[in-house]
């Protein structure tokens, strides 16, 4: 049997009418139009794409956005300077800062200064704390993603096991923390994990986001397993792969997630979700601050 296909881009399209219905109806009723900062230090080609990618969605569903580019010399200062800018700024719902930042920067200390009702990113230690007991404003955008496929498809996870190759800050651990809060089984292994494979042929969903092609071959999964590959690898052949041997897992997967065209769109695609809802959030604010003001005047 071949696996059956998770068409990201379909489903991402269709999750995209969704935010441009909701753009139009915040901007009708509210005279809302969510906004978008993204920041980019230095030229990383790479990350040029991405922030590209990001602006064009944002276009596309009718968010406001604006790129900041700063030049390698920066600061961790002049980010953070920025940061607390835009911060103050009441027409920007979504504060991102595209990585890799410099080396020499401390990550931690440039997204603690996004406030957590900003930070449509989900990696501000409150968003990533709430994964762990509930609360999450804005949860990271990639696993989100993964999470409405499986949802879209019908795959519950529910009591199922669930392997997480890759423990990264920005999809293997929130990965692993967003399955658990939806009752999985979870087990989480990584580039140091002993005889992987001991692990995969367990996995009922196995999500893979180690940035290694051919990492998971057709023998390492389970029959009839859930196969979600988050891996993006540019091959020296110039080819796009994922981390798991296509070809051969399909052959044992029931669902598979093709690359390009699985994950990828829905990362992007989340957070647009995001920046909706922040400015959602936002509007529902201060709509209530201003009717408890009236009441004030009342009395
Ligand atoms: N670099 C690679 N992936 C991401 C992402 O999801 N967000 C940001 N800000 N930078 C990234």
Request: overall charge neutral; aromatic content about 4%; some cysteine.
């Amino acid at each position: 049997m071949t696996a059956r296909l998770i068409d990201g881009k379909a489903v991402a399209a269709a999750e995209r009418q969704k935010c441009r219905e909701r753009v139009e109806a915040l901007k009708r009723e509210q005279g809302v139009t969510p906004g978008l900062a993204v920041i980019m230090v230095g030229s990383n080609p790479a990350s040029a794409v991405y922030v590209r990618n990001k602006m064009r969605a944002c276009e596309d569903v009718g968010i406001r956005s604006e790129r900041f580019l700063l030049p390698e010399t920066s600061t961790e200062d002049d980010v953070i300077r920025l940061i607390e800018r835009l911060k103050a700024d009441p027409d920007v719902d979504g504060i991102l800062v595209q990585l890799p930042l410099p080396k020499h920067y401390n990550i931690e200390r440039v997204l603690g200064t996004i406030p957590a009702e900003k930070d449509v990113d989900g990696f501000h230690l409150y968003n990533v704390g709430g994964l762990v007991v509930g609360g999450t404003v804005f949860p990271p955008c990639t696993p989100y993603g993964v999470m409405r496929l499986l949802e879209h498809e019908g795959i519950s996870v529910i009591g199922r096991n669930a392997v997480v190759v890759g423990a990264s800050n920005i999809v293997g651990k929130p990965m692993a923390l967003m399955l658990m809060q939806h009752e999985a089984t979870v087990s989480v292994c990584h580039a140091k994990t002993r005889d992987l494979a001991q692990y995969t042929v367990l996995a009922d969903i196995l999500v893979v986001a180690a940035g290694c092609p051919n990492l998971i071959t057709g023998p390492m999964v389970r029959k009839d397993a859930v196969v979600i590959d988050v891996g993006i690898n540019r091959l020296p052949s110039g080819e796009l792969v994922g981390d798991c041997d296509f070809e051969g897992v399909s052959k044992r997967a029931s669902f598979i997630t093709p690359v390009p065209g699985g994950v990828g769109p829905m990362t992007v695609t989340m957070l647009l979700v995001n920046t909706i809802n922040s400015a959602a959030r936002s509007a529902a604010a201060r709509d209530a601050a201003g009717a408890s003001k009236s009441l004030l005047g009342a009395v």
